[in-house]
């Protein structure tokens, strides 16, 4: 089933439209939602479908409203949740009409509490560093080339620049190799601008 509510469920059944926020910066949206909603999306059908007799119902309204909050709060839209739920709730053994009526007002309750993905931490220069400087040695350079665009975007890059090519260099990376791989980080950041 694609498209979210089915067009056989009356009006009044139907959740509202919800006013959805675009996710926050930094967090990669893939096939209608944030990576964290895919991943929360997951795990909330896995746990649906296995729920036990006697337990379907109550799971799938817990699960469903878990989910909602992620609809209102622009982290997946309506019609991906939806469906991945309502085939959970089949999966289950739940009616679909069961399904339909426990996600609706799951969904509805869920309008007055948005949730969105955590904020990423910020990668300051230390973390950085450690990024760069561990793992295994024939990776150096590339750890360093993103490690490099990731600081480009800063108002004064240059300091944790030499901070990362010191790291590079310190992880066994010679500075001339160092110094090109930062040309090229630099080159490869101007041409996605």
């Known amino acids: 089933m694609t498209g979210g509510v089915p067009p056989w469920v009356p009006v009044a059944d139907r959740p509202a439209p919800v006013r959805r926020r675009p996710a926050e910066a930094g967090h ?4 209608g939602c944030s990576a964290y909603a895919a991943a929360a999306l997951a795990r909330e059908t896995d746990a649906i479908a296995s729920a036990g007799k006697g337990h379907r119902n109550f799971t ?3 699960r469903a409203f ?3 909050q992620l609809v209102a709060g622009g982290e997946i839209d309506h019609a991906t949740a939806w469906d991945a739920l309502v085939d959970a709730a089949l999966s289950a053994g ?5 399904a339909h009526k426990t996600i609706t007002s799951a969904f509805r309750g869920a309008e007055s509490s948005p949730r969105t993905a955590p904020p990423r ?8 560093a450690a990024f760069v400087a561990d793992g295994p040695a024939d990776r150096v350079g ?5 490690a490099v665009r990731q600081v480009a975007g800063r108002a004064d890059p240059e300091q944790a620049i030499h901070t990362l090519v010191r790291a590079a ?7 001339d190799d160092a110094v090109q791989a930062v040309r090229r980080a630099r080159r490869a950041g101007q041409g996605q601008r």
């Open 94 to 98: 739940l009616s679909e009409r069961e």
């Open 66 to 68: 878990s989910i909602g």
């Open 169 to 175: 260099t310190a992880a066994g990376m010679p500075l």
């Open 28 to 31: 990669r949206r893939v096939d």
């Open 121 to 128: 931490p910020a990668l300051d220069d230390a973390r950085l």
């Open 60 to 62: 799938l309204n817990q």
């Open 142 to 146: 590339g750890r360093l080339v993103w």
